[in-house]
């Protein structure tokens, strides 16, 4: 006869102080995906004054210093259209986190909880990995500075 794991028999049980917890923290959801929104969509229309702008940072010429040479207006542009769309997806799966949470403390109703918490889980596996690309990017960019740094003292 099989012997069963203690996880087998294992039923998880959901206090009313947990019940507060996860109120607590889908308000707070809510409230930071609401401002991530809010945030996202001045972004957004500083991407389009920018366009808009187009080459007027370029036609500055010296008096801008060297990003006004080095940056268009589309080029700044379509950077902040980059970070809006990266940064929309994590603040939409936050706020569904609250809103789900929110109902499922509310109706007691354990579909809405996995719901939930699966938002939750994709909120943190999408900020995980943009860390670890953020992280992988900066050693890149340090050991190519350090390549450069190293190769323009090599040959003075």
Do not use: R
């Amino acid at each position: 006869m099989e012997e069963q794991s203690h996880f087998d028999s294992f039923e998880l049980q959901f206090t009313n102080e947990a019940k507060d917890f996860l109120a607590t923290a889908g308000k707070w959801a809510t409230f930071l995906s609401i401002i991530g929104f809010i945030v996202l969509g001045l972004m957004l229309l500083g991407s389009f004054a920018m366009f808009a702008m187009g080459s007027a940072l370029s036609g500055l010429g010296g008096a801008g210093g060297p990003m006004a040479s080095m940056m268009s207006g589309a080029t700044i542009g379509i950077i902040y259209l980059v970070i809006v769309v990266l940064c929309f997806f994590p603040t939409l799966y936050l706020f569904k986190f609250g809103a789900k949470a929110k109902q499922a403390v509310n109706n007691s109703n354990t579909a809405e909880l996995t719901e939930c918490i699966g938002n939750l889980k994709s909120y943190f596996k999408f900020v995980g990995i943009f860390t670890i690309i953020t992280i992988v990017f900066y050693i890149v960019v340090f050991i190519a500075a350090m390549a450069i740094g190293i190769g323009a003292a090599a040959s003075m």
